[in-house]
């Protein structure tokens, strides 16, 4: 091995980070554990966490044809939040695995179980997280307050759901789009059934790339113990993720329709082209599975910020028409 070539416990790394990372490269050393606990050398997690945030805000000012300067805010601190909550939650996701990660190949390489941090120090990094995103959340109307505060109880349940249940991935589902509830009910005051539908929605997509995901370490799962919707599923899973990408685009278009502004057929034509564009963009991953492909999974995992994105980008032109 050359001077060049270190193991990712050498140097600190994490395996399934993104090679040559800006946290790798030019991130203080002390910060670099931190950093990586909250995954910030992976930042995928926190365009899922935030992609369902932007899709409420935009569906609810298209549908109350307002768009005011303190929904600028609601975006970019949609923004700032999901940063920070993903950090907080994957901090305390790797607190309470911290026994489970050190017999994962994928997972030996994070800082408490390659003893870069402490769990004492992780933990006072997740309160610190948290604490800053309060402020933020705190700026929000008092229902989007409460909806945030709420949010904390289903980010400190999904740790322990892969020891109870096959399905972790609905917990992660209702944890990681609960901001198509909260950025709807930041900008509208109130909490409408089109962004319940949104969120379930999302809960739908979040079971489809997460499952993808789960299939990377299902054999160190298997021996172990933990539970996850990729061993339920095992050679049957492409049939599931065809069903979790028809439920999303359809309670997506069943939002859309709910939402869209009376006699504005144009922005309806527009928005309901995000749904549809996003279920072309889980069909074209379908056809790429290979389960037992690592990389590929990886890949097609990643690729989902690209998928979420799609809705983003109709929503937003619908303001327009």
């Known amino acids: 091995m050359t001077g060049t070539e270190q193991t990712p416990e050498v140097q600190g790394q994490v395996r399934d980070a ?67 909550m993903r950090g907080a939650g994957c901090t305390w996701n790797d607190i309470t695995d911290r026994h489970i990660d050190g017999s994962v190949a994928r997972t030996a390489s994070r800082p408490i179980p390659s003893g870069q941090v402490t769990a004492k120090q992780a933990l006072a990094w997740a309160v610190a997280q948290c604490l800053v995103a309060f402020c ?30 096959w399905w972790p991935q609905v917990f992660l ?25 949104l969120y379930l929605a999302g809960m739908a997509w979040t079971l489809f790339y997460d499952t993808i995901y789960a299939h990377q370490d299902k054999e160190d799962d298997a021996l172990i113990g933990v539970k996850s919707t990729a061993r339920l599923f095992g050679d049957d899973t492409p049939k599931w993720l065809s069903r979790f990408m028809v439920i999303c685009v359809f309670l997506m278009g069943a939002a859309i329709v709910l939402a869209a502004p009376g006699g504005n057929i144009m922005a309806l034509l527009v928005m309901i082209f995000g749904p549809w564009a996003m279920g072309w963009h889980m069909v074209w ?20 910020r690209d998928a979420g994105l799609l809705p983003v980008l109709f929503f937003a032109g619908a303001l327009l028409a």
């Not at 569906?59 to 939040?81: E, H, K, N, P, Y």
């Not at 945030?148 to 400190?156: D, E, F, K, N, T």
């Not at 009910?185 to 909490?191: N, R």
């Open 136 to 165: 933020i959340l705190i700026t929000f109307p008092p229902m989007a307050i409460a909806l945030g505060v709420l949010a904390l109880l289903p980010v400190a349940i999904y740790p322990f759901a892969k020891r109870f249940t």
């Open 173 to 197: 589902g209702i944890a990681f789009n609960w901001g198509a509830l909260l950025a709807w009910t930041a900008h509208s005051g109130t909490l409408g059934l089109p962004a319940v539908l």
């Open 18 to 84: 993104v090679r040559g990372n800006w946290v790798d490269r030019w991130a203080p050393s002390g910060a670099r554990p931190y950093l990586r606990l909250s995954r910030a050398d992976r930042p995928i997690g926190t365009w899922l966490l935030l992609l369902p945030c932007w899709w409420g805000l935009l569906l609810s000012m298209v549908s109350d044809g307002q768009a005011r300067w303190f929904d600028l805010w609601i975006f970019v601190g949609c923004g700032i939040g999901a940063v920070l």
């Open 285 to 304: 991953q379908m056809r790429r599975l290979k389960l037992d492909d690592n990389d590929r999974l990886l890949d097609l995992f990643r690729s989902n």
